[in-house]
């Protein structure tokens, strides 16, 4: 995808921590006001990438762009300001409360010549309402579920006010139940707020159900952009996952939805053993 007209891009990236390269020559290009999902099988570049797109990793070739500007030469609070990012591994310093925590996320809008403000105390309040945790502003983070603590961290990247947000893994080690609440609150973020999301998922179904705009990555490499429903079939699952499956229509949104070959059966089963007992006698 061509990066003119996004906001947030990398061309011909050569990713790597210290000797070992995750990725080479890797161009992509985030589509404004989408909500983008990278996904991918383990160790694929996916998460590299999304360091990379935040200057959390400087590539070892090739350019980030951010509004047109090569993001390592941007200063750091100009970027703090125009992307926000929820890292896989939050840790909230020990003894700090919900609201504190949302807090943190104003510092970029902080200086010697701009201190707290009534605006900023809306802001944390706006973003902690829209993300369900008002009535949790005085607990400790600490004390919190994971669901619950999701939803912080998610209100502190809000309260930043960025119009792009990244979050690496952002339902990791959550039930299913918090995976989709999480999932809701950045659908809403993106619909009712115009925000550019560009989240890592591990789960397939639930990146073609929430993604507007899918990107599928194997071996540090792009194999396929675009909408779920254009690009996600069997022979793409097959050649990203490695994984034979059938591609249906997801009976709630109509969206791809992945079925998993059925493992084939070896042996008897103890049911046919009985069975058969039963019609000998």
């Known amino acids: 995808m061509d990066g003119?007209?996004?906001?947030?891009?990398?061309?011909?990236?050569?990713?790597?921590?210290?000797?070992?390269?995750?990725?080479?020559?890797?161009?992509?290009?985030?589509?404004?006001?989408?909500?983008?999902?990278?996904v991918g099988p383990n160790a694929c570049g996916k998460s590299t990438l999304l360091r990379a797109l935040s200057r959390m990793l400087k590539p070892a070739s090739?350019?980030?762009?951010?509004?047109?500007?090569?993001?390592?030469?941007?200063?750091?609070?100009?970027?703090?300001q125009t992307l926000g990012l929820l890292p896989q591994s939050s840790i909230a310093p020990d003894g700090i409360t919900v609201a504190d925590l949302v807090s943190r996320g104003r510092y970029p809008h902080q200086g010697l010549?701009?201190?707290?403000?009534?605006?900023?105390?809306?802001?944390?309040?706006e973003s902690m309402a829209s993300t369900g945790v008002a009535d949790l502003a005085d607990r400790l983070v600490?004390?919190?579920?994971?669901?619950?603590?999701?939803?912080?961290?998610?209100?502190?990247?809000?309260?930043?006010?960025t119009p792009l947000?990244?979050?690496?893994?952002?339902?990791?080690?959550?039930?299913?139940?918090?995976?989709?609440?999480?999932?809701?609150?950045?659908?809403?973020?993106?619909?009712?707020?115009?925000?550019t999301l560009v989240a890592v998922l591990h789960d397939l179904n639930q990146a073609a159900r929430y993604a507007t705009h899918l990107i599928a990555m194997r071996d540090g490499h792009v194999v396929a952009e675009g909408e779920p429903r254009e690009i996600v079939t069997a022979e793409l699952v097959e050649e990203v996952f490695r994984l034979p499956c059938q591609v249906i229509d997801d009976p709630e949104t109509g969206t791809p939805l992945v079925v998993p070959a059925a493992r084939r059966r070896t042996g008897t089963r103890p049911a046919d053993s009985a069975e058969r007992v039963t019609a000998s006698g």
């Open 4 to 38: 003119a007209g996004t906001r947030l891009s990398g061309s011909g990236l050569t990713l790597a921590y210290e000797r070992r390269t995750i990725a080479e020559d890797l161009t992509v290009a985030i589509p404004d006001d989408s909500f983008t999902v990278v």
């Open 142 to 161: 600490d004390e919190l579920s994971g669901g619950q603590r999701q939803r912080v961290w998610i209100a502190m990247a809000l309260a930043q006010q």
């Open 165 to 195: 947000l990244l979050l690496d893994e952002p339902t990791t080690y959550l039930d299913i139940a918090h995976q989709i609440e999480v999932l809701d609150l950045c659908a809403r973020l993106h619909e009712e707020q115009g925000r």
């Open 62 to 80: 090739g350019t980030v762009l951010l509004d047109g500007q090569d993001i390592s030469r941007t200063p750091a609070r100009k970027v703090a």
């Open 113 to 125: 010549l701009r201190q707290w403000s009534k605006e900023d105390e809306r802001i944390v309040t």
